[in-house]
């Protein structure tokens, strides 16, 4: 009796563990990278919790890579490689594993990675786990996320139909959405000179050449003050936006504001 006494209170114990609650109010939560990383992704978590757990943990990623969509759906589609080396197969079959662990066991202050953020405790996870737990703690340190207008989170990503005949760009979105709430917009493009990178990555590295004219700076410096306009405004639609393809509504851009119609676009698969 008393063997089984003491066995029944471990048994509890582990209950406890495993479905403690988390130290954060009911909600949907969200945070991101602060930077791109040397492979060209930032991740972001998003978290949902009711009743004091963690009923939904999403994991994801956005890139300045040029056209990517966001990262799982790029593992997925056969782009992000890592299917080739890892036996645990394609990074969004990992990531998904990670975030299966986390709502089963509650456990977002995981004291188990070793030096290189890896971990033998998640069945299926063999990738760096670091960002997920730094980001899954940011996000519930923060405020969550206020219901907004759209009726389905994820990821929404659009492009150009075609290539502009004179730059030879073709323009991308990525819009992430949380608790119906643009929380991110990642404007971009493709060039069609396939030596060249990414538009943003081109701007940043000093390629692109708008700055040498441009008062209010270069490309990527005005296109994120359209991208802050757009989380702004919810609905780009409500970003007025003249024949000319310009708008004197964005303080900071003076640049064709192309990727406010193609955040509009992208957004209907949210509505």
């Known amino acids: 009796m008393k063997r089984c006494a003491v066995l029944c209170s ?10 403690a609650q988390v130290k954060a109010k009911d909600g949907v939560y969200f945070a991101q990278g602060d930077s791109f990383g040397s492979s060209g992704w930032k991740s972001q978590v998003v978290l ?4 004091g757990k963690i009923v939904r943990a999403e994991w994801n990623g956005v890139s300045n890579i040029a056209g990517a969509t966001d990262k799982k759906s790029w593992a997925k589609a056969g782009s992000y490689g890592m299917a080739k080396a890892a036996k645990q197969g394609e990074w969004d079959k990992q ?8 709502v089963k066991t509650q456990d977002v202050g995981f004291k188990g ?3 290189d953020g890896k971990t033998d405790a998640i069945s299926g ?7 997920f737990f730094t980001l899954a703690n940011k996000a519930l340190s923060s405020a969550p996320v206020a219901k907004g207008m759209y009726a389905k989170d994820g990821w929404y990503y659009k492009e150009s139909a075609d290539f502009d005949p004179k730059s030879g760009w073709k323009e991308t979105i990525l819009v992430t959405v949380a608790n119906g709430t643009v929380v991110d917009v990642l404007w971009n493009g493709i060039s069609k000179d396939a030596s060249k990178k990414s538009k943003l990555v081109e701007a940043v590295e000093g390629r692109y050449g708008m700055a ?3 008062k209010k700076g270069e490309w990527h410096i005005q296109a994120a003050a359209v991208q802050d306009a757009i989380i702004k405004a919810q609905d780009p639609a409500k970003i007025a936006v003249k024949a000319d393809g310009y708008s004197d509504a964005i303080s900071g851009a003076s640049i064709h504001v192309t990727g406010v ?4 676009e992208a957004l209907k698969a949210a509505r």
């Open 261 to 264: 119609a193609l955040a509009a």
């Open 212 to 214: 040498k004219a441009a």
């Open 48 to 51: 949902e919790v009711r009743g």
């Open 125 to 131: 996870a063999s990738i760096t786990l670091t960002e």
């Open 10 to 19: 471990l048994i509890l114990l582990a209950g406890v563990s495993v479905f």
């Open 95 to 102: 990531a998904a594993a990670a975030e299966a662990w986390l």
């Open 113 to 115: 990675l070793n030096k």
